[in-house]
């Protein structure tokens, strides 16, 4: 089932005005927010496709941007979003992408440190309705929805690193929902994405932290509320 | 969810004597692990920010960032005031206010996808309007909000629910759907009569492209959220008059897939065809 629950045919609650263009927008920028673990101070933003052709129309800048600042789809800073980055010191550059994608609504995230350090990319894909799948992280080929909490892991490739993971979940008494493992080569760097039921339990991330092989460890969580509300 | 057509919806609020949008709740709390409670605040949330909209659109200023659209919903209410109109005050307020919400999404303003953002007029439009009409309660409507969602879940799952990849009739014509068989439970019809409404209601609007002007969420979308949101009542009352969708609902669903499945490129939220290639549509997009 592409859509699994009611929410994600009534909502979401979202600024206008295309949930496609709009709200989708701001969850791939969301993700690559929570992935990257903080604020970024670089963002380099290439749409492919329909976003490439009509993002500026439909605050598609606007909206990604938002997400990387933590905005959820509904708050009200979205339309100034490119002023509050200026502010808050992200710099954001825009580019239209070329070659065939798999979706009409792509984006393709490089988010870095100033000097370009620290450099994560993301790929997401706005699938209707609001909703969003997360295709590509720092070259791995993976796929989640943002719907649940969200462990992505960073690994060498290695025996007993799945076993170890699930078992991680396991002890927290904590439900895989979805998951998908990529590589780039065998031994080499991999990923693991989880997608969990409920919370991401501080022990999971403990046991995965002393994990032999880790690379990284990082959350995507899109129901938690945003940081600054109050500033609303 | 325990089903996945229209059909088996049915069966299962029959055979557990349930209307669709209690036995929505029940089956989206078993999903979520999170209580039926919790889920049914989460929706009465939802349609607060409808009715918000619904406000917002027929009392300030809704021009788009574009300057193309704005304040339609005004001047539909502002005659209605001055002239009877054609089609009488019940639906001449429901297209009003379906208007008013399309056209604070299109000033950016805060809506609920409904199922889309570019189809969010028809179901606040239907529901408002007519939670006023009929004296219902917001508990009432978050019930009918749930039926909505059962409907939408499964058109979203058989066929589309996005103009890129169905065409407007799969934006449109799925909030028409959700709308006309949620009024129809809202009225106190069956779960049977609702699905009736749903296949009634997506009848007419098969082979409907999506050719935004421009590419924004604006002309033609606007105004078919309003027509939109006329058709969900005629939809509604056929069904409750005991009209039948003689090609089952869930064919027709199937339908719109083949139809938006083969539906070329151009037609497809592109802004490559349609009225957004016309000589004006061209104009526009030149000037923006």
Known sequence: ???????????????????????????????????????????????????????????????????????????????????????????????EGRGIVRHPNTAKLILSDRDGGSELTMTGISIGGGNIEIIEINGFNIKMTGIYPTLVIQHYDSPGVLAYVTQALSLEGTN????????????????????????????????????DALISVGIIDLSQETQTEEQK | MNFSTLNELAALCEAKNMTIGQLMLEEQSRESGRTPEAEFATMAQYYEVMKEAVHKGLNEDTTSPSGLTGLDAQRVVNYGKQSEMNLGGAAGEVMAYALAVSEVNASMGRIVATPTAGSCGVIPGVFVSSQRRFSWTDEHMVYGLFAAGAIGYVIANNSFISGAEGGCQAEIGSAIGMAAGALVELRGGTAAQAVHAVGLALKNTLGLICDPVAGLVEVPCIVRNGFGAVTALAAADMALAGVRSVIPSDEVIQVMMEVGSSMPEKHRETAKGGLAQTPTGRKIMQEL
């Open chain 1, 176 to 211: 895989i929902a979805h998951m998908s493992v990529d590589r780039k080569n065998r031994s080499g760097n991999a990923i693991t994405v989880v997608e969990i039921d409920g919370e991401i339990k501080e022990g999971i991330l403990e046991r995965i932290a002393q994990m």
């Open chain 1, 1 to 95: 089932m592409r859509f699994k629950d009611v929410f994600s045919i009534i909502g979401p609650v979202m600024v206008g005005p295309s949930s496609s263009h709009t709200a989708g927008a701001a969850r791939i920028g969301r993700s690559a927010r929570h992935l990257y673990g903080k604020q970024p101070e670089k963002a380099v933003i290439i749409f492919y496709g329909s976003f490439a052709a009509t993002y500026q129309g439909h605050g598609t800048d606007r909206a990604i941007v938002g997400g990387l600042l933590d905005y959820d789809t509904d708050d009200s800073r979205i339309p100034m979003a490119l002023d509050y980055a200026k502010q808050s010191g992200l710099e954001v550059s825009f580019e």
